[in-house]
C-alpha cells in the first residue's frame, strides 16, 4: 500500500530519466504522444516502478482513458494483457494503426469509468493516470474498479491534488481535483480494499517544490500530483442476474453506437467517389484539346495545383484515392480544401448574428462575412476592419496554424468580439501527420501544431468560458472549441 505526493527531485534521478526515455521511445512515428514536461514525465516512470516487478506475466491490466498515451503501448511490450479503453470509440482507428506499426496486439473498449462493461473480477490491474478529476462520480469509480478486480488485485493510480487553502486552483473546464482530505474519505469509506491508507501521511513537505516546477509548465497548472497502490481485498462483490444483464446492455449499447458513430464519420467512400468523378468529367471535355494543364485554370481544387509535385515526392506513395504518408494512409478529401464544411452543421449553433469566418477561403461559414488574405470572397480584408466589442461571433477553420504569433492574433480576434460574444476554432488535430510543419503537403505554410488543451487554455486564460469542444480526430482529422467571451482577458 503506497500514498504519496509527487516530488520534483524524482525528476532529476537516472531512473526516471531512463523510464521516461523508454515510454516515449514506443511513441516515436507512431502518433503517439511524447512527454518532456508536465506531470506525466513523473506519473509514468512512478507508476511503472510500480509495475516492473509483474513484466513478463501475462497480467490482465485496464488502462482507463489511454486516448494517445506512449504508457499502455509500453506496458504491452513488457508482456502485459492490455486492454485500452476510453469513453468514445473516436481513437480506435489510431490504436489499429498503432498496433500495426508496432506489431503489438491489444484489446479496446469504450469505458466510462463509473460504470464498466468488464465481468466481475475480470482483470489483475486497474491502471488510471490522472483519469479520476475529470469524473463527476468519484465513488463510483473506485467502486467500479473494486468490482472489476480480482481479490488480490492492484489498483495503481494517479489524480491531481487542489488545496484551496494552500492557494492552489483547478480550472473549471478540466474537472474537480481532489483534495487530500477528499482522496482519504474516498477508501475510508470503502469496503473493497485494503484498510488503512488514510492513515499514511501525505509528504506535504514536497509540496512547495513541486507546485513552483508545476506552475512553469503551464499557467492553469496550479495544483499537485498524487499517487498511489491499493490491493483489492478478499471480500465478494456479489451481483444480481438482473443487474449484470441492465449494465452490461447499457454498455453494449453505449459501445455500438460509439463505435458506429466513429467509422461512419471516418468514412471516405462518398468523398473519394466525387474527387474521382470530378477528374474524369474535366478530363473528359479536354481531351484531344490543346488547353493547358489543370492545375493552371482559374479557381482550379488546391489537388490538382500540387498533385504532381506530390506523385514525385520520395516521402509520398500514391493509392487510389489518396497519399501513403510515414505509413498512413490520407484520403484526398483532406487535402482539397473546405475543411469548414464539415464543421458547419455544429458551429451554425453557436455562431448567430453578425460575425466573422477568418480564414474562409472558397468555403465561409454561411451567414458569415468572409475574411482572407490570400483568396475566396474575403480577399484583402483583414479582422483589423472591425471594431472591437462589435461581432457576435467569430469562426474560423484551419487557420490559427499558419501563424506564428498565434497567440497574439487571437487576443486580437477576441478584441473584436462582444462580451457574451462566441468564438469557435475549428484546428487540423495533432495526430495527423500530414498537415504538421514540413510534411510535403504544408511544407512551411504551418507553423506550429495545435493541440485541444493548449486551445481550451489559451482561451480560458483570455477570460473566456468553453461552452463546447470535441478534442477529436474527427472525419476531417480535425478538433473544435467552442467559447464564449466573459472579459476582456489580456
Known amino acids: 500500500m503506497i500514498k504519496l505526493l509527487a516530488r520534483v527531485s524524482d525528476l532529476h534521478k537516472s531512473e526516471f530519466e531512463n523510464a521516461l526515455r523508454q515510454i516515449n521511445h514506443v511513441a516515436a512515428g507512431t502518433g503517439l504522444k511524447q512527454y518532456t514536461t508536465y506531470s506525466r514525465i513523473w506519473e509514468y516512470p512512478w507508476a511503472w516502478f510500480q509495475l516492473e516487478k509483474f513484466k513478463q506475466k501475462s497480467l490482465k491490466l485496464l488502462d482507463i482513458g489511454s486516448e494517445l498515451s506512449p504508457f499502455p503501448w509500453f506496458l504491452v511490450s513488457q508482456g502485459f494483457d492490455v486492454t485500452l479503453s476510453d469513453v468514445t470509440a473516436d481513437y480506435w482507428p489510431v490504436w489499429k494503426g498503432v498496433g500495426r506499426k508496432l506489431n503489438l496486439n491489444v484489446a479496446k473498449g469504450t469505458f466510462d469509468a463509473q460504470r464498466l462493461n468488464l465481468p466481475t473480477g475480470s482483470i489483475d490491474i486497474y491502471l488510471s493516470i490522472s483519469v479520476v478529476e475529470h469524473v463527476p462520480n468519484k465513488a463510483k469509480v473506485i467502486a467500479e474498479a473494486a468490482r472489476s478486480l480480482r481479490p488480490g488485485g492492484l489498483l495503481v493510480l494517479t489524480f491531481d491534488i487542489c488545496e484551496p487553502d494552500m492557494g492552489m486552483t483547478f480550472p473549471e473546464w478540466n474537472g474537480r481535483a481532489l483534495t487530500m482530505k477528499e482522496f482519504d474519505d474516498l477508501f475510508r469509506d470503502s469496503t473493497w480494499f485494503e484498510p488503512g491508507i488514510w492513515e499514511i501521511d501525505w509528504n506535504i513537505q514536497d509540496i512547495p517544490d513541486y507546485l513552483a ?160 488574405t490570400a483568396r475566396g470572397p474575403g480577399l484583402g480584408s483583414g479582422i483589423s476592419d472591425f471594431a472591437d466589442g462589435s461581432l457576435d461571433y467569430i469562426f474560423s477553420s484551419h487557420c490559427l496554424e499558419h501563424i506564428d504569433d498565434w497567440e497574439r492574433e487571437l487576443d486580437q480576434w477576441l478584441r473584436k468580439l462582444r462580451i457574451d460574444g462566441v468564438v469557435f476554432l475549428y484546428l487540423p488535430h495533432p495526430s495527423c501527420e500530414i498537415w504538421h510543419p514540413g510534411s510535403p503537403f504544408v511544407g512551411s505554410e504551418h507553423k506550429w501544431i495545435p493541440e485541444p488543451a493548449v486551445i481550451k487554455q489559451a482561451l480560458s486564460e483570455r477570460g473566456c468560458k468553453l461552452i463546447k469542444f470535441d478534442d477529436g480526430p474527427d472525419a476531417m482529422q480535425s478538433f473544435y472549441v467552442c467559447a464564449e467571451k466573459q472579459s476582456e482577458g489580456h
Open 213 to 372: 516546477w508545476h506552475r512553469t509548465t503551464a499557467p492553469h497548472h496550479n495544483y499537485v500530483t498524487g499517487a498511489a497502490v491499493l490491493r483489492r481485498n478478499n471480500s465478494e462483490w456479489k451481483e444480481s442476474d438482473l443487474e449484470r444483464y441492465l449494465r452490461v446492455s447499457k454498455e453494449k449499447s453505449r459501445t455500438l453506437y460509439s463505435v458506429s458513430r466513429t467509422y461512419a464519420r471516418r468514412g471516405v467512400t462518398k468523398a473519394r467517389m466525387r474527387i474521382t468523378r470530378t477528374i474524369k468529367t474535366t478530363l473528359s471535355k479536354t481531351r484531344g484539346a490543346d488547353l493547358d494543364s489543370l492545375e493552371t485554370l482559374p479557381d482550379s481544387p488546391d489537388l490538382f495545383r500540387v498533385y504532381r509535385d506530390w506523385e514525385k515526392h520520395p516521402e509520398l506513395e500514391r493509392k487510389p484515392g489518396g497519399w501513403i504518408y510515414n505509413k498512413n494512409f490520407y484520403s484526398d478529401y483532406l487535402t482539397v480544401g473546405g475543411a469548414s464544411q464539415a464543421i458547419f452543421h455544429e458551429a451554425l449553433k453557436f455562431c448567430r448574428g453578425r460575425g466573422v469566418d477568418i480564414g474562409a477561403g472558397f468555403w465561409p461559414l454561411p451567414g458569415a462575412t468572409s475574411v482572407d
